[in-house]
DNA sequence: CCACTTTTTGACCAATTGGTAAAGCTACGA
DNA sequence: TCGTAGCTTTACCAATTGGTCAAAAAGTGG
């Protein structure tokens, strides 16, 4: 077993180990965890399933480290969001930048709402410990933004909630997209929401 | 078992597949199809698992019951869109009443989503065959609006889908919602979306 | 009260699944 | 070349789970 206290992992280890990550997300993704196997996340990732339980402890912490290392990238479309800048730009940069991961992680983007649909049973530390803050920090952002008259008024929360609510769509509900609209709905999806959140926010 | 072809199901039938059906709701609404067990649904329900199997033949037909018996109250609020109201009231009243059923049926809401995320695995002719047809119809009549003047032009499927979005992000996600909100997001969350499609819409 | 149908249950199964143990293989430095 | 640490596999469990079956129990009409 791979010494978790050890400094260096060995190359082979950094291979393996990215490649059961990368194998569980599609099937995580996919199926949910409980609706995952250790087989399936196995042949996906072309080892033996003891191979897999030899770089892991078990279904648990794969799940687990997906959802840690997940963290991150989500919020970061967010941290971005600069108090000096512009107002409308940022936000609606904000709301591009959310559509662009629905379209480049939305293995990342189901992971997640499975995990909050299902009551986020591994993720509410993590939503209050990171999520949580971050979001008052932006609130209070955009609230002075408003106070200042460079937006218009309306509930902050609301407003990010809603943001990500019509962006991770696109990912979320991808099978209901496709069948109802005939082309890619990115671009037209782009569009819309940035004369959506143009027309709310312009003063 | 009780014979599907017969005519009559007996009081007792009525009342015990209804049980069944409630408890299911709850089950498969909280874990996935995958992550329900028959166990878990005979608990909540207070019958035994071979109970369970003689009004339906398996798991599966209690879950396609349930998305079936889902599909109708489902399109029902679009379905009350009248082409003959005032546009812009009939797009606010829609979204009001999508926003009450995230309150009303987050079970109901929850079902589809999982169902939906994971592909839609037993929904897909339902999409094709009863949403697909009402949306078209549907966004047919908000174009007819709009080349009217009535309302402000967008894209009408896109609007459609972030209606979509928006109202059932309170059901599906009512869990990071909480986290990040301290009170009921009912009242905040309707007027908040009032305004933004009353900006967005108002020609 | 009796025959007959519907409903309910306890005992049981086969398949799946997460996980283990120990032997075998491989890479690599001395 | 050899020894050793790291990696992989084969064979195997125990628990869970969807589902079956025959018999018991409860309704029900006459």
């Given at each position: 077993m791979p010494d978790g206290t050890s400094k260096k992992p060995s190359?082979?280890?950094?291979r393996n180990r990215s490649l059961i990550l990368d194998a569980a997300l599609d099937v995580f993704s996919a199926h949910?965890?409980?609706?995952?196997?250790?087989?399936?996340?196995?042949?996906?990732?072309?080892?033996?399933k003891p191979n897999i339980l030899y770089y892991f402890t078990g279904k648990e912490e794969i799940h687990v480290t997906l959802l840690n290392q997940l963290m991150e990238t989500w919020l970061d479309p967010l941290v971005e969001m600069d108090a000096a800048g512009d107002p409308l730009t940022e936000l609606l940069d904000y709301v591009q930048r959310k559509l662009d991961m629905s379209r480049d992680l939305p293995r990342e983007s189901r992971l997640f709402a499975g995990e909050i649909l299902q009551g986020a049973p591994r993720m509410l530390p993590h939503l209050r410990a990171d999520l949580k803050p971050?979001?008052?920090e932006k609130c209070a952002v955009i609230q002075t933004w408003m106070n200042d008259g460079k937006l218009a008024q309306v509930d902050p929360r609301h407003l990010v909630f809603s943001i990500w609510a019509t962006t991770q769509h696109y990912a979320d509900f991808d099978t209901q997209v496709r069948v109802l609209l005939?082309?890619?709905?990115?671009?037209?999806?782009a569009q819309f929401l940035d004369q959506m959140y143009?027309?709310?926010?312009t003063p």
């Open positions: 190359r082979i280890q950094m949910g965890y409980r609706g995952a196997t250790l087989d399936q996340i196995a042949e996906a990732a072309g080892l033996s971050l979001l008052n005939d082309d890619d709905p990115h671009d037209s999806a143009r027309s709310l926010l």
